[in-house]
Nanobody, 122 residues
Framework: VQLQASGGGLVQAGGSLRLSCAAS????????MGWFRQTPGKEREFVAG????????YYADSVKGRFTISRDVAKNTLYLQMNSLKPEDTAVYYC????????????????WGQGTQVTVSS
């Protein structure tokens, strides 16, 4: 199982970025994927989740209305479109995959990718 996140970078406040997470391995046995972020000295926090069951999506309150999670099944890739970025969105962003059928989309993930840095300047 491999999760490869990319798309991070430096952007001004109000700008946009799209993160990608390319998945490989037994992806057909997964039940959903998600995005998390972490800043130095803080715990990793949930950003957005996508459940294969019914295509349900979940968002942290801090990103609702600005971020959109989506999935390209053919490419085995998860995306996070981030608009109206704020300096407080600065963090390392990680993608994750859930391998349990009744997982909690906010915190129950089994596989993690390496992070991609997002920096939003004011």
């Amino acid at each position: 199982v491999q999760l490869q996140a990319s798309g991070g970078g430096l952007v001004q406040a109000g700008g946009s970025l799209r993160l990608s997470c390319a998945a490989s391995g037994r992806t057909s046995s997964w039940y959903g994927m998600g995005w998390f972020r972490q800043t130095p000295g803080k715990e990793r926090e949930f950003v957005a989740g996508f459940s294969w069951s019914g295509g349900s999506t979940y968002y942290a309150d801090s990103v609702k209305g600005r971020f959109t999670i989506s999935r390209d099944v053919a490419k085995n890739t998860l995306y996070l479109q981030m608009n109206s970025l704020k300096p407080e969105d600065t963090a390392v962003y990680y993608c994750a995959a859930a391998a349990k059928p009744d997982y909690n989309a906010v915190y129950e993930y089994d596989y993690w990718g390496q992070g991609t840095q997002v920096t939003v300047s004011s």
